[in-house]
């Protein structure tokens, strides 16, 4: 019911900054809320940030708080993820996902979302 392409992924250094979009197709993106998350080899998915369907709530994860901004654009069916001062730390697949299933989730599991896209590679050297 909704496809999901992330991109904007690519190599950089400490301190740096990138911006990841994800573009949905498929159902309405108004109608459901939007996450991402994280994955680096060995480990399980990691919650990162999720925003509500109005874009007026927004949820982070310890670790990125202050530092990575989730936004949405209804209009353009686009979530984006602001990725500023970057850590090595930092370094993983970042993948978004969709809940669809309510509008105003904040979810940081894994299993609250039924959609996802295919990842797009982070890379952060020291």
């Known amino acids: 019911q909704v496809q999901l392409v992330e991109s904007g992924g690519g190599l950089v250094q400490t301190g740096d900054s990138l911006r990841l979009s994800c573009a949905a197709s498929g159902r309405t993106f108004r109608s459901y809320a939007m996450g991402w998350f994280r994955q680096t080899p060995g480990k399980e998915r990691e919650f990162v940030a999720a925003?509500?369907?109005?874009?007026?709530?927004?949820r982070y994860a310890d670790s990125v708080k202050g530092r990575f901004t989730i936004s949405r654009d209804n209009a353009k069916n686009t979530v984006y993820l602001q990725m500023n001062s970057l850590k090595p730390e930092d370094t993983a697949v970042y993948y978004c996902a969709a809940d669809v299933h309510s509008i105003m989730a904040l979810s940081t599991l894994l299993g609250h979302y039924d959609y996802w896209g295919q990842g797009t590679q982070v890379t952060v050297s020291s």
């Open positions: 925003i509500r369907v109005n874009g007026g709530s927004t």
